[in-house]
């Protein structure tokens, strides 16, 4: 389990993702190897997003689905029964205070994106510099998140375990897609070590298309 923070004009907001392994063989005490596996075999993942309100988003392999804390009652209710990710956003999450950094794919991309002419009529970014608020935000209003490989993360910085690995999977739980570069799916990758860091670039299923065909 990651857990983030960061502060918005005061607004304390926090967030801890967390991905759940079936053990390899049931009875005997935890090892390394359980949970070096491929995303793909996952049988639960989530976050908690912590703010002006409390939620709880999951998927268990049946779709996503979000809970919030009411205070009233101190329990979780079902407050987005059966996210989907919208097909195209118009919002992009990237820290363009590395942009000299970028290979030239990422940056031909979002110069794409900016373009007037583009699928984008009006893009807005919006990066906070945490994963899981700009992931909440686009399960539910579309676009493309990306922390890509650079010059000075040419393995991307985000670790694979524990922070891309449970998001990819509740993005293609909600009908996006989740990709480390170039035909190369997220889940689909074997970690080797447990703090083992990916590139990702995930989110509506035809952003993420449209900026692989950069790469």
């Not at 005061?10 to 491929?38: C, H, P, T, Y």
Request: charged share 20%; net charge neutral; proline share 7%.
């Amino acid at each position: 389990m990651h857990t983030y923070s960061w502060d918005v004009r005061m607004n304390v907001v926090e967030g801890s993702i967390w991905g759940i392994f079936r053990q390899k063989e049931a009875g005997r005490k935890g090892q390394v190897d359980d949970v070096l596996q491929a995303g793909s075999s996952l049988v639960a993942a989530g976050y908690a997003i912590y703010g002006p309100c409390t939620m709880i988003v999951i998927t268990t392999g049946e779709g996503v689905c979000g809970f919030t804390l009411d205070p009233t009652i101190g329990e979780f209710v079902v407050t987005h029964p059966d996210i989907k990710i919208p097909e195209r956003g118009q919002i992009y999450s990237v820290n363009e205070g590395n942009s000299a950094y970028w290979e030239p794919g990422i940056a031909n991309y979002i110069r794409a994106v900016k373009d007037p002419n583009s699928p984008y009529a009006k893009p807005t970014s919006r990066y906070s510099g945490a994963m899981v608020g700009d992931v909440h935000r686009l399960l539910l209003h579309g676009g493309i998140f990306l922390y890509p490989g650079d010059k000075k993360y040419p393995h991307g910085k985000l670790r694979l375990l524990y922070e891309a690995a449970p998001m990819a999977f509740l993005c293609e739980q909600a009908g996006g897609r989740a990709i480390a570069g170039k035909g190369r799916r997220l889940l689909d990758i074997h970690p080797s070590s447990i703090h083992e860091r990916s590139p990702v670039i995930l989110g509506s299923p035809q952003d993420v298309t449209d900026c692989e065909s950069f790469l």
